[in-house]
């Protein structure tokens, strides 16, 4: 059996506990109790640190120990699941540390590859600007209602400055990815792909920095583009897609449908589709899988997209 720590992380405290000893601890969340914590691991590393992401919560966390400590950090889902079938039901943070511990020993969980140390940086940037998207939308859709001078004049004052924070978040998030070589040469196949402009570009290598290093597959379950079949006996269900990074299907949507109008590859595919009675917005998900996979295929080449000869 693996010698697993569990860490149950919330906004204030590390729930933890380690299977081989079977001893369990409280920290601090923040950089105190992370000393604490490293101190109470001793000098014997164990084979993993099993957590869930919790939003901003974990970011300091992983921050931390990335490279320094085997980290897993599992679906909350398949977690709660795997405490079910456990026969678990019962839901503290205590108890979620001690299932994570033992899910890291019962299960073959392999240690994450450490992020670079800049990507929780670029995903902040991330987030800002598309907290800014929204304000820029919903303060368009407000300036066709209002009236008055003065409301007009604040609101298109207020464009002005969010297009302006735009562009600086913008600039910053591809000087830092131009800044790492191999981010360069990923940026540069994505936006050889006629259907992924600049914006997007970005966006995919922050939301899937494993890109290039993955399966076809593998890819797809990532952005949550895999269908999964559903049958029972002699029953069959519709295959739907679920779960993924949603960040990453949303960088896809656009790409898509610039894709299949002028993508000579994504469009016939899109055509025969449509031809053969599949839904539009079932054969767009298929381009945007396919969007995925190529991108993937080419960083993993290292070898830019160009068009098939005739």
Known sequence: MKDSIGIDISKDQLDVHRSQTGASAQFPNNPAGFRALKSWIGNSSPDLLVYEPTGPYHARFEKTFAGRLPLVKVNPLQARRFAQAQGTRAKTDAVDARMLARMGSALDLLPDAPAAEDQS????????????IKDQTRLKNRLKTQTLAITRCQTKARLAQI???????QSEMESRINACPRRTRSYAILRSIPGIGQ??????LI????????????VACLAGLAPMT?????????AFIQGGRKNLRDALYM????????NPDMKDKYRTMINTGKPAKLALT????????LANTLIKDDREWKPKLA
Request: charged content about 25%; proline content about 3%; aromatic content about 4%.
């Open 121 to 132: 940086d670029l995903k902040e940037l991330q987030i800002a600007r598309i907290a800014l």
């Open 163 to 169: 297009k302006r924070q735009i562009t600086a978040l």
């Open 199 to 204: 914006v997007a570009a970005t966006a995919i």
């Open 207 to 218: 939301a899937c920095p494993e890109i290039g290093a993955l399966g076809k597959k593998q």
């Open 230 to 238: 559903r049958q029972s006996g002699t029953w069959r269900g519709k």
């Open 255 to 262: 790409p898509a449908l610039v894709a299949f109008r002028f």
């Open 286 to 293: 298929a381009i945007m899988r396919k969007l995925i996979e």
